[in-house]
C-alpha cells in the first residue's frame, strides 16, 4: 500500500515557465515533507521540506505547499531552468517509530530551453 | 557541509558472492540508512541504524544484513548476491533532532551488477 504518492512519472516544461510538481499521501500521521532532487548517477539532494503546521515554505524559486485537508502537496518551480531536469521525489515522515522517511515514486522533470 | 561517502561507485558481482557496502559520514550523524533505487519503484528502505551496535529492518531487509561498529560507519552486506539485487544503493544519515524534522543526506550511490 503506497503511502505516497507522485502519480506523474514525467512532466515537460519549457524554460522560464513554472514546474508544478504534485505529491499525495494517505496517512494523516505524516508531521513532515521533504522535497529530494535527483540527477542520473547521483544521490538525491535536499531541496526544501514542510512541516505539518505550515502550508507554504519557500526558497529562492522552489516553494512547497501543504494542503493538509486533502493531503496533498506541491512543489513549484518558477523560473524552470534546464539546469532543474532531474528526478523529484517527495517524502513524508511520521512521528511514530523512528525517523525514517516514506518515499513517492518519483517525478521526471524535463526542462527544454 | 555534509558528507556520505559510499565505497564504490560501480560494482560488477557474480551470484552467490558476498557483497560489502560501505558508508561513511562525517557529520556525527547518529542516524544512518541504506536504500535501494530501481526504475519505477522509487526509493525502498534496506535497513536503518540509530546508534552504534543498533539496527533496525527497513520495508525490504530479505536478503541484507547490516552492521554499524562505529558511529560513521554503516556496512550494507549482501550475504549471497542474487540477480535481483542489481540496483542502485544509496546510503543516508542524519541528526536526532528534537521534534523527529531531520533531513536526510544521501551519498552519491553505488551501482551493483550481480552476473
Known amino acids: 500500500d503506497q503511502q505516497v504518492k507522485q502519480n506523474s512519472p514525467s512532466l515537460s516544461v519549457q524554460e522560464g515557465r513554472i514546474s508544478i510538481l504534485n505529491c499525495d499521501y494517505t496517512?494523516?500521521?505524516?508531521?513532515?515533507f521533504l522535497w529530494y532532487k535527483k540527477y542520473p548517477a547521483e544521490g538525491p539532494t535536499f531541496l526544501i521540506s514542510?512541516?505539518?503546521?505550515?502550508d507554504k515554505n519557500e526558497d529562492g524559486r522552489f516553494t512547497v505547499f501543504l494542503n493538509k485537508s486533502a493531503k496533498h502537496l506541491s512543489l513549484h518551480i518558477v523560473p524552470s531552468q534546464p539546469g532543474d531536469s532531474a528526478v523529484y521525489f517527495c517524502?513524508?515522515?511520521?512521528?511514530?517509530?523512528?525517523?525514517?522517511?516514506?518515499f513517492g515514486k518519483g517525478t521526471m522533470l524535463l526542462v527544454s530551453p | 557541509d555534509v558528507k556520505v561517502t559510499q565505497s564504490s561507485r560501480y560494482l560488477v558481482k557474480r551470484t552467490g558472492e558476498k557483497v560489502f557496502l560501505e558508508c561513511v559520514q562525517d557529520m556525527d550523524h547518529e542516524n544512518m540508512f541504506w536504500y535501494r533505487q530501481d526504475p519505477g519503484l522509487g526509493l525502498r528502505l534496506i535497513y536503518f541504524?540509530?546508534?552504534?551496535?543498533?539496527?533496525e529492518k527497513g520495508d525490504i531487509p530479505e536478503g541484507y544484513s547490516v552492521s554499524r561498529e562505529k558511529k560513521e560507519r554503516f556496512s550494507l552486506i549482501l550475504e549471497s548476491a542474487s540477480t535481483n539485487q542489481t540496483s542502485m544503493y544509496l546510503c543516508?544519515?542524519?541528526?536526532?533532532?528534537?521534534?523527529?524534522?531531520?533531513?536526510?543526506?544521501f551519498g552519491p550511490g553505488t551501482r551493483l551488477l550481480v552476473l
Open positions: 517524502a513524508a515522515r511520521s512521528p511514530a517509530g523512528y525517523s525514517t522517511l516514506t
Open positions: 514542510i512541516s505539518s503546521i505550515k
Open positions: 543516508a544519515s542524519s541528526f536526532s533532532l528534537a521534534g523527529g524534522q531531520e533531513t536526510q543526506y
Open positions: 541504524s540509530y546508534d552504534v551496535k543498533m539496527k
Open positions: 496517512n494523516s500521521m505524516f508531521d513532515y
